[in-house]
């Protein structure tokens, strides 16, 4: 769940805040907080690093409403999207009723349209018959909500309470706006018309993309799973655990364009061998038969990317298919999709120093030459790019580029606590909903980490969604 399920998705917690902290003990392999945690800043430098993920955040949201007409806005361009006005003010809302009302203790300023963006409220197909605000009022009310929060967080001495403490609640919001940031994003990639949005593509596949291996071992062992030192980690991250997982292999990269090509050629879509019961139903029921956006035309396949259409090309990480298509293919393939579990050891696991990283690369933040993120590009990389991002084992493209479908529901991880309120996490749990991780070209670093965990319905194809596969290793 992209935006609904994320920090804000309905209420602020009680004028008394919350029950209890998040668990703040580490355990042993757990990785310490990098120089550049917000744990670790002073005071000055927390509240410039804040205001700077703010800004960036409301940078964004103008540059994803400020590029269509109001009449753009105002509709609603698929039932699984909420119109992008509406977004415009649940962001300003949900700011106003964390950060202004909870923390600082203000009266509410517009308390009638509170209904109007509780995500839990009213359903996405059902918002644009709601009395939303008009864009220019919208944006004016977001606009308010922000200055005001400056202010407060100019004042704030950003420890005391949990909410407070390193700037949580700070966090969280700036988290919010990119989340829902992605979600415009999707929204736009469902859009009909001319194209508004443009990026420059991603750099070519580096020289020693075609050489790398078809997979990875990763050896039997145990590693140190989710945080309690990521200050602005979510509840569902925590806490930190010990899982002890068997050998594994995994793909070096995620399954490309081009692999996903030859299993439609091979007729996996029309055979029932590969699929789930669940799986082949829906793909009869929906007559699925490629990924979302592609059609064939003259013998060679297209895509719609953003109002524009092109070749689909066979070097970029598939994109645009459901948990249903990824796990066909894995069986197809002789594989699986690999569990939660998996992808993080590969993703943070190092041997060599037998602790959990924040990221493969190390501990440091994401930047341009580790992964593809923040909508600097408005597509996946070629498979095998940033080996500045690989992993210890070798694995690339695990942040950014496409968010990766796993073999797992969404549980809560042992000795787990909702905060700062339930309905972020703890109403999700369950088999209903599949696990996808890493982030995808779409999500902010601000609100991309190793112990991420993003979830959504196995039939959700419009999310920036792919995979790759793994493989059990036989046992002598």
Known sequence: MIDDARPTGSRAPGATGPAAA?????????????????????????????????????????????????????????????????????????????????????????????????????????RPSLPLLPPA???????????????????????????????????MIAQHEQQHDETMLITHQLRRGEPALAAPPPPPAPADAAALPADVLVPAGPFTMGTDTEPWALDNERPAHRVDLPAFRLDTTPVTNGAYLRFIADG???????????????????????????????????????????????????????????????RWAGR??????????AARYDPATDRSRRYPWGDGPPGPEHANLGQRHLRPAPAGSYPAGRSPYGVRQLMGDVWEWTASDLDPYPGFRAWPYKEYSEVFF?????????????VAPVACRGTFRNWDYPIRRQIFAGFRTAADVAVD
């Open 22 to 126: 998040p668990p703040a003990t580490a355990v042993p392999g757990s990785a310490p907080a990098a120089p550049t945690s917000p744990a670790d800043l002073p005071p000055a430098a927390l509240r410039e690093a804040i205001a700077t993920e703010l800004l960036a955040a409301r940078t964004r949201t103008a540059a994803l409403t400020d590029c269509v007409e109001d009449h753009d806005l105002t509709a609603q361009h698929s039932p699984l999207m909420s119109p992008l006005v509406w977004d415009l003010a649940h962001i300003g809302n949900q700011e106003e009723l964390w950060l202004l009302r909870n923390i600082g203790g203000r009266e509410p300023m517009r308390p009638e349209i509170d209904p109007l963006y509780d995500a839990f409220e009213h359903p996405r197909a059902e």
């Open 268 to 330: 996996g879509y029309d055979d029932p061998r590969w699929w789930t019961a669940a799986g082949w139903e829906h793909r009869q029921r929906a007559e699925l038969s490629a990924p979302l956006f592609w059609h064939r035309e003259g013998g060679q396949w297209l895509r719609r990317r953003f109002a524009s259409v092109e070749p689909v090309p066979e070097n970029e990480p598939v994109l645009h298919v459901s948990w249903y298509e990824a796990d066909a293919y894995a």
């Open 137 to 171: 009022e919208a944006r004016a009310y977001a606009h308010d909500v922000r200055g005001r929060v400056l202010d407060l967080l100019e004042a704030s001495p950003l420890e005391g309470t949990p909410l407070l403490d390193a700037g949580f609640a700070f966090g």
């Open 336 to 345: 699986r999709l690999p569990t939660e579990a998996e992808w993080e050891k």
């Open 430 to 442: 369950g088999p209903e909903y599949k696990v996808l991780r890493g982030g995808c070209f779409a």
